[in-house]
């Protein structure tokens, strides 16, 4: 492990469990955005799995400008072709800025942003991303108006503390601003850590379905 770069140990903890989900659905020649990459942990352990079982795949990584350049000292220092330098992107931003995906990823954002970033989040989605298009995202939410456990309930009270525009999201209400932007849930996957991993299609209609 190179010390130097940045580390999340809830990266390294969830990233197999994840690309075993991503696994079942990309393919060769798919491109995928995500978003809020972080450490670059994800990416570059995604990138060595596709890269030898589904090379044609193209990664892009994102984060707010602010972010970027630490996430790029991880891109960087792999010189993968299918994984270029992150690029800016704020999900507020009416134009994203970026080439053309057929599928976006992310993790552990939605919390973190606030309430209009989230519904700006999936608006953007769904005029980014083609017909049958699909997006990922993993994370905690709360079902019903109810955390799925005591540890999510204390995880939602630092996050406010932080900043008092994040927090655990109801599932309910995702779910019904992607159906706004044309996207029609597929599955709803538990994961380690009392986390989700959520999957949607764009519906071909380009609407709520």
């Given at each position: ?15 197999q469990?994840?690309?075993d ?13 995500e ?23 193209h ?58 970033s ?5 608006s953007?989605a769904?005029?980014?991303?083609p ?9 905690p ?9 005591e ?10 503390d932080?900043?008092?525009?994040s ?7 995702v779910v019904?601003l ?5 996207l ?10 009392n ?15």
């Amino acid at each position: 492990m190179n010390n130097s770069l940045p580390f999340s140990q809830a990266c390294e903890n969830n990233k197999q469990v994840i690309l075993d989900i991503l696994k079942k659905y990309l393919k060769d020649g798919d491109s995928v955005l995500e978003i809020a990459g972080g450490t670059g942990q994800h990416a570059e352990h995604f990138i060595e799995y596709f890269s030898a079982h589904c090379p044609d795949l193209h990664w892009q990584s994102s984060d707010i400008p602010s972010n970027v350049d630490s996430l790029n000292l991880r891109i960087e220092s792999l010189q993968r072709p299918s994984l270029p330098l992150a690029i800016s992107l704020d999900v507020n931003q009416t134009n994203w800025n970026c080439d053309k995906c057929n599928v976006i990823y992310s993790a552990n954002s939605l919390h973190i942003m606030s309430a209009a970033s989230v519904e700006n989040f999936f608006s953007g989605a769904g005029k980014q991303l083609p017909d049958d298009g699909l997006l990922f995202v993993y994370g905690p939410f709360k079902y019903e108006g109810e955390f799925t456990t005591e540890s999510n309930a204390h995880f939602d009270l630092w996050l406010k503390d932080r900043d008092t525009l994040s927090g655990v999201r109801d599932f309910e209400w995702v779910v019904e601003l992607a159906k706004d932007a044309g996207l029609d849930l597929l599955e709803d996957n538990s994961m380690p850590a009392n986390n989700q991993i959520l999957i949607w299609r764009k519906n071909n209609s380009g609407k709520p379905s």
